[in-house]
C-alpha cells in the first residue's frame, strides 16, 4: 500500500499539472446518491466468529480505519469549500465506513488510530497524501472532483488487498460492503465528472475493471 500511495502522489502531481491551467466556468450541477442500503449494511454486519488475526489483518485494519478517514475529511473539506452535493453525501458514508472498521478494531481489541482532527493522522504518510489532495481540489470543482475520483480508486484498490489476504468471516463481509460503498462513489464522481464535460480515466485501477465499475 506504500508503493500505491507513492503512485497516487504521482498521479496528484501529474493532474495538478492540467488543472492549474483550467478556470471553474462550469454549471455547478448536484449529484445526489443514496447510501441508505450500503449504511444499513454496515450497521447491521453480524460479528461471526473470534478468530486469531494475522498482523496482516491488524494492521490492515488500522489502516483502513485511518483511510476511511482520511476520504471523510476531504470530503467535508470540498463540500465547505464548493458546497457540492454529491462531498455531503459521500462524507456521511465515509463515517459510516470507518465506524465499521472501528467495529472491528474494538471486537479484536485492537488500538484505534482515529485523531479527531481534520488533515491530522498517526501514520504520517496519510497526512502527506492528504494536503496534496486538498492541494490538487483547490485548483476548482472539477480538480475536487478527481481528488474524489482518485481516493475512491486507491480505497477499492486497497480494500480488494486487505480482503484478498484475509480469512476471517467477518472482516472480509464489511471489507466487501464497503468495496460496494467505493464502487458507488467512484461511479458518482466519474458521473458528475461527465456531466461536467470531463471523461475522467483511471490513474490506480486497471482500465478494464474500472470500466467495469462504471458500468455496472
Known amino acids: 500500500m506504500k508503493t500505491k500511495q507513492l503512485v497516487f502522489r504521482i498521479a496528484i502531481l501529474t493532474i495538478m499539472l492540467f488543472f492549474t491551467a483550467c478556470s ?10 443514496s447510501e441508505n442500503t450500503e449504511e444499513e449494511l454496515l450497521k447491521n454486519n ?4 473470534i478468530a486469531p488475526l494475522t498482523e496482516t489483518d491488524s494492521l490492515g485494519l488500522i489502516f483502513m480505519r485511518e483511510e476511511e478517514k482520511l476520504a471523510r475529511d476531504a470530503y467535508l473539506v470540498l463540500y465547505s469549500k464548493y458546497e457540492h452535493q454529491v462531498f455531503d453525501n459521500i462524507s456521511k458514508s465515509e463515517q459510516t465506513h470507518s465506524d465499521a472498521i472501528l467495529g472491528l478494531l ?11 482532527v481534520i488533515g491530522e493522522f ?20 472539477d480538480s475536487a472532483l478527481v481528488v474524489g475520483a482518485l481516493i475512491e480508486e486507491t480505497d ?5 488487498i486487505l480482503a484478498d489476504a484475509t480469512d476471517i468471516p467477518n472482516i472480509i463481509q464489511v471489507y466487501n460492503n464497503l ?10 464522481f466519474v458521473h ?3 456531466k461536467r464535460g470531463i471523461d475522467y480515466q483511471p490513474r490506480i485501477l486497471p482500465l478494464e475493471q474500472f470500466n ?3 458500468n455496472n
Do not use: C
Open 24 to 33: 471553474d466556468n462550469q454549471k455547478d450541477e448536484d449529484l445526489s446518491i
Open 46 to 49: 453480524t460479528i461471526l466468529q
Open 106 to 116: 474494538n471486537y479484536y481489541n485492537l488500538n484505534d488510530p482515529f485523531i479527531d
Open 122 to 141: 498517526v501514520d504520517p504518510s496519510l497526512t502527506i497524501l492528504f494536503y496534496d489532495l486538498m492541494l490538487l481540489g483547490d485548483n476548482n470543482l
Open 156 to 160: 477499492i484498490e486497497d480494500i480488494a
Open 179 to 188: 468495496l460496494s460503498g467505493s464502487e458507488n462513489h467512484l461511479r458518482a
Open 192 to 194: 458528475d465528472l461527465r
Open 212 to 214: 467495469d465499475i462504471i
